[in-house]
């Protein structure tokens, strides 16, 4: 569950820009089984998305963005948005980093 908190909770400090483009490539590093398997573990009732109590219950501070992350507003974060921010914020570190 780490890799989605994580993600969810530094999506913060993305832009919002991610919201119009889910279509992010994945980092060279990023491990698609350690994602798999956290967010299976974050998804309790194994219905593919993340609802604010399965996130509540994951870590209370990633309430905070949750509405960022949740691009289509059904008050879900699915595998897809969580990604986009997760990949948005691996942009925004990398870019950063650029330019120090």
Avoid: C, H
């Avoid at 060279?28 to 350690?34: I, K, N, P, R, T």
């Avoid at 994602?35 to 990633?62: F, I, K, M, V, Y």
């Avoid at 925004?92 to 650029?98: E, G, I």
Wanted: glycine content about 6%.
């Amino acid at each position: 569950m780490k890799i989605v908190v994580v993600g969810l909770l530094l999506t913060d400090l993305a832009t919002s820009a991610f919201a119009n483009d889910l279509a992010l490539k994945p980092p060279a590093d990023f491990d698609e089984a350690a994602w798999q398997a956290e967010w299976e573990a974050g998804d309790t009732d194994g219905d593919g998305r993340l609802s604010r109590e399965e996130l509540r219950a994951a870590n209370p501070r990633a309430l905070e963005i949750f509405d960022k992350t949740d691009t289509d507003g059904d008050g879900y974060i699915s595998p897809e948005e969580d990604k986009a921010a997760l990949f948005q914020w691996y942009k925004d570190r990398q870019s950063a980093s650029a330019e120090d």
